[in-house]
């Protein structure tokens, strides 16, 4: 099987599809695989890592795409990448379909691509075993982006997220009690700050009580506790997850008109669209804007910037689905792994996510 790894082309995209390690145990097991040059560079890899575990260094994008079987990406292909797609590829990343263009959706059924979302690979159980190490890393990267631009100096009110003696630490409001939102809550707990987690699911407020030992306080996400909690806010976070469709919306944009002159909204649900009605995407290159009068920090590819840490997390996380797919063929991976086969977007021309196509449906 040729295997390929492109290089990322959204903005300060530093995360790869495959490690040189991973590389190895694929070419000793038979396969090709080809590295577009530099694809590695960000998250530490040189050309010459990948060659001396067996890899093939091509030097286009239009090449990689057009040699592989199988296409290991970490973000949503850009229009171009979408263009590059030939008859019959299978490609996998983090794709995130459910907020994506209508066009691009087509172009997928119109190739018969197989798309795999590595965001909606679940288990029986609801867990989603590779979005689990990503969403950690974002959560934990939450509260150094927002001890930044809470700084006068980046445009915040100037507060210290943990205080001082004599001063009250920052009021941190964390909307869903999921992966990347316990890990956002455990770093803000750790600088000293107040932090409020909301969430619909009382046993899982139950949990967080007794995880964080009554160093939170829980709520029930109703829309009047919402609107409650977004007046007092000074760092407000989205982390609302539900695998393979849009985030729903919980913050209108009367909330944020109640949130104190230059708070912090960091939008984690963004890359599904978002949860708050105010967000919109951005990049790391110019990440953040007023709206409101209230600072939003909206990149999809948070954790895009932590190409070491970000790209060994997945890699650990996607290699059994990878190395089964390369051993046995997409096919019989499928019918072997029911987990897998929740991650497959569209295959053979169709679409296998109902929520994919009931979204699809609401936007004609």
């Not at 299978?90 to 907020?99: C, E, I, K, W």
């Not at 990149?299 to 997945?314: E, I, K």
Request: glycine fraction near 10%; aromatic fraction near 6%; hydrophobic fraction near 40%.
């Amino acid at each position: 099987m040729n295997i390929c790894i492109p290089k990322e082309r959204r903005d300060s995209e530093y995360r790869v599809g495959l490690t040189p390690a991973a590389v190895r145990l694929l070419n000793d097991a038979g396969h090709t695989c080809y590295i577009e040059h530099e694809a590695g560079l960000g998250s530490g890899f040189s050309d010459y890592a990948y060659q001396q575990a067996g890899g093939q260094i091509v030097y286009s994008g239009e090449e990689i795409y057009g040699r592989a079987d199988f296409l290991i990406k970490v973000a949503r292909p850009t229009q171009v990448e979408f263009n590059w797609m030939r008859e019959g590829q299978t490609v996998a990343g983090f794709l995130h379909l459910a907020a994506g263009q209508s066009d691009k959706i087509k172009s997928l059924l119109d190739k018969n691509i197989a798309a795999i979302g590595l965001e909606i690979i679940q288990e029986e159980d609801g867990t989603l075993p590779v979005m689990i190490p990503v969403s950690q890393a974002g959560g934990r990267m939450v509260p150094q982006v927002a001890a930044k631009l809470s700084q006068n100096n980046f445009g915040g009110k100037g507060i210290l997220l943990g205080g001082v003696p004599g001063v009250p630490p920052a009021e941190v409001v964390i909307l869903g009690g999921g992966t990347a939102g316990t890990a956002a809550a455990r770093n803000f707990i750790g600088l000293g700050a107040a932090v409020y987690i909301l969430d619909r699911n009382l046993e899982r407020l139950r949990e967080l009580d007794r995880r964080f030992q009554g160093q939170v306080v829980t709520m029930v996400s109703h829309p009047f506790n919402i609107e409650r909690v977004c007046r007092f806010a000074d760092v407000l976070v989205g982390a609302v997850l539900i695998p393979g469709e849009r985030a729903p919306l919980l913050v209108n944009r009367d909330m944020v008109k109640s949130m104190r002159p230059r708070s912090v909204i960091i939008d984690l649900s963004i890359d599904q669209g978002g949860c708050i009605e105010t967000s919109r995407p951005t990049t790391h290159s110019n990440p953040t804007y007023l709206e409101e009068d209230v600072i939003h920090y909206c990149v999809p590819n948070m954790t895009g910037v932590l190409g070491r840490t970000a790209t060994h997390a997945l890699n650990n996380a996607s290699w059994p689905f990878v190395q089964m797919i390369a051993e046995i063929g997409l096919e019989k991976a499928l019918d072997e792994s029911p987990s897998l086969k929740r991650g497959l977007y569209t295959h053979q021309g169709e679409i296998l996510q109902s929520t994919l196509q009931d979204s699809l449906e609401g936007r004609r």
